[in-house]
């Protein structure tokens, strides 16, 4: 039989549906084969890659590791709810979990890949104080910053490096006790073959070459891509003469900023 062209562009849901055909079509299995396991019959698969069927999240988790996703797969469904997230993140989200290497400078925070869930929900419930999202809106970012982290365990592991302004460190998110769990957290991190930390001091003042966040990512076909983003939402830029520009920006923060073991030191005296 043949199947339904799908339009990813029409609408989340039919997105969602579009990955999921992919996905399992690059696992080699039916309908009927991904149906049988996770419980649903090959007519409930087909209407869950055309998009007149929703998926439950419980599904989704089930789906992506019968499919080996990765997390992939739950990425794209918590863009069915892209109103708690930034708009142009849930892209950038998915192309980040299929990431052979990140680059990462963030302005003033822990970037979220090494955030603890505490330290993330201190950002969470502040602004639900500023009324800027729901309870649960707070909820559902937290719950996407946990399934982006599953990349950390991912095997093969990707190669991360993350240079995190000397603000991120002094500033007590979460009050003192979280902040210096995060700090642990990021000790912790440092010491992880994959994972390089280096902190940019404060001292290179107006030499900085970054005022926004920052992130490359290296795909398996060595394609390269740049993302940042404003205070409304996210820009993911696939032009290679950006994201080569960036690159050369972020390798010459990489060696203005202090060491590995430099960084590894001051993480630990601002711990104490």
Not at 21 to 29: D, E, F, P, Q, V
Not at 34 to 58: C, F, K, V, Y
Not at 150 to 161: S, V
Not at 214 to 224: E, F, I, P, Q
């Amino acid at each position: 039989m043949r199947e339904t062209e799908l339009d990813p562009s029409a609408s989340p849901l039919k997105a969602f549906g579009a990955q999921l055909r992919r996905l399992r079509k690059a696992a080699g299995l039916t309908q009927t084969d991904l149906g049988a396991m996770t419980n649903l019959s090959d007519s409930q698969i087909s209407n869950l890659e055309r998009g007149t069927r929703s998926p439950t999240l419980d599904w989704v988790v089930q789906a992506d590791r019968a499919l080996g996703a990765g997390g992939t797969l739950e990425l794209t469904y918590w863009s069915l709810s892209g109103s708690s997230l930034l708009e142009g993140f849930p892209e950038y989200a998915q192309q980040e979990a299929k990431a052979l290497s990140i680059n990462h400078f963030e302005l003033g925070i822990v970037p979220g890949l090494a955030q603890t869930m505490e330290y993330a929900a201190a950002f969470a419930s502040a602004a639900v104080r500023r009324g800027s999202v729901t309870e649960e809106q707070a909820a559902d970012r937290l719950d996407f910053l946990a399934t982006r982290q599953k990349l950390l365990a991912r095997q093969p592991a990707p190669r991360l490096h993350f240079v995190l302004d000397e603000g991120a460190l002094l500033r007590p998110v979460g009050g003192r006790k979280v902040m210096a769990r995060q700090l642990a957290h990021l000790e912790d991190l440092a010491t992880r073959p994959n994972i390089t930390i280096q902190v940019a001091p404060l001292s290179l003042a107006e030499e900085l070459p970054f005022t926004m966040m920052v992130t490359l990512l290296t795909l398996a076909d060595r394609k390269l891509l740049a993302y940042s983003e404003c205070q409304l939402r996210g820009f993911l830029s696939r032009d290679a003469e950006t994201a080569q520009a960036w690159e050369r920006d972020c390798h010459q923060l990489q060696v203005e900023a202090l060491s590995k073991a430099a960084s590894l030191e001051l993480i630990r005296k601002c711990k104490a």
